[in-house]
């Protein structure tokens, strides 16, 4: 932690604070903010914000539910920053939380409405997806045609095996780290991805002909 | 798919497989039409997924950073705040047990609320002895009307 220095003055009263950039670790962040300084918390959230809330709009199809587990998720935190045992890495108990929000979201709306658990229905649209770079006319024709077949594709995984993709894909947490967060043997996780793989190819290769 | 390299191909595209299980893949993949698919479904999908970037609202974020924030202030009381906290009781304390002693044990007996909530109690004792007059009186009209019945009776 020698790149990190105090900004704090040692016998102000106030938190001492550290100079965070982009090599901060989670933990250092995270002890930051449990010494009084709240602006390490902005620093975690700005980090992981893109991959949670992405993980979760793919989760639940709905931006303003994706918002609610966001809030959930990180307002944990601040009201109880022990919460993270630091015994884990700091994603996986991002995701873990973030998860479990997901799943009580879609209890509490199939208990208030017939929704199937895997998804709202609200589907979320272009709009709450931003595309970047962007391009060019012809090109985004094409990629749009390549996106809609890429999304009914993913559509049709089971739920198990979407959430394995999600997961991986955003948490960027490896298979054994997700088979601890799931509590499913490695070789069940893996066996789902390799079944949505073979999925994947098999919508792709049919719909591209 | 059945060449046995299923769960072998996902550990290799995410980057997981060790050493030699990466030449053994590879070699495969040469040989496999179906894994050189499943490959590029992957990547075709975890591209377009990158391809899309969304954040949560600013007002989620920013509530939370509030939240943070006035979390942290109530957290970060620091000796300082403590010290003068501690002064600002002992003087306060100071200045209730001098008034206290200054005033005696009848302050409150001698108040102007005393005396009003004396004035409250002697109404409401008159409003009783009022209705229990009125209700004597009742009752010996009542009895005084018995007798004129009665001796109106033995007349007849």
């Known amino acids: 932690m020698a790149e990190l220095r105090s900004r704090g003055r040692a016998d102000s009263g106030a938190p001492a604070r550290i100079l965070m950039n982009e090599e901060t670790t989670d933990p250092e962040l ?52 022990s919460a993270y045992g630091e015994r884990e890495k700091f994603k996986a108990w ?34 709450d997806f931003a595309a970047s770079p962007e391009p060019g006319p012809a090109e985004a024709a094409e990629n749009k045609a390549l996106g809609e077949r890429i999304a009914a594709a993913l559509d049709r995984l089971s739920p ?9 894909h955003y948490s960027e947490l490896s298979f054994r780290e997700i088979a601890e ?13 390799s079944r949505a793989a073979a999925l994947l190819r098999k919508i792709l290769e049919d719909e591209g002909q | 798919m059945n060449c046995g390299y299923g769960e072998k191909l996902i550990l290799y595209a995410y980057g997981e497989a060790e050493a030699g299980l990466k030449a053994s893949v590879e070699a495969h993949l040469a040989g496999c039409a179906a894994c050189r698919g499943e490959l590029a479904a992957l990547g075709k999908a975890g591209a377009w997924l990158s391809a899309y970037r969304a954040e949560p609202s600013p007002s989620a974020v920013a509530a939370v950073l509030l939240a943070a924030r006035a979390a942290r202030r109530g957290f970060s009381f620091g000796w300082r705040e403590a010290v003068l906290s501690g002064a600002l009781a002992a ?14 044990a009848d302050l409150a007996w001698n108040s102007g609320l005393d005396s009003k909530l004396d004035s409250v109690e002697y109404s409401v004792y008159q409003a009783q002895s009022e209705m229990t007059a009125a209700s004597a009186d009742w009752d010996y009209r009542y009895s005084a009307l018995e007798d004129e019945s009665l001796n109106a009776g033995d007349n007849v």
């Open chain 1, 30 to 81: 995270l002890s930051a903010f449990k010494n009084g300084d709240a602006e390490a918390l902005g620093v975690l959230m700005e980090r992981h914000k893109a991959a949670l809330y992405g993980y979760l709009l793919r989760l639940t199809r709905s931006a303003s539910a994706s918002d609610d587990i966001f809030q959930e998720v990180f307002l944990k935190l601040v009201r109880n920053p």
């Open chain 1, 181 to 193: 967060l799931l509590s499913l043997p490695i070789g069940t996780v893996l066996a789902r991805m």
């Open chain 2, 91 to 104: 003087v306060l304390a100071g200045v209730f047990s001098f008034s206290s002693r200054s005033a005696g």
């Open chain 1, 94 to 127: 991002l995701f873990t939380v973030a998860r479990n929000a997901a799943m009580d979201h879609f209890r509490r709306e199939s208990s208030r409405a017939e929704v199937p658990l895997e998804g709202t229905g609200e589907k979320a649209g272009p709009a």
């Open chain 1, 160 to 168: 198990d095996q979407r959430e394995i993709f999600y997961l991986r």
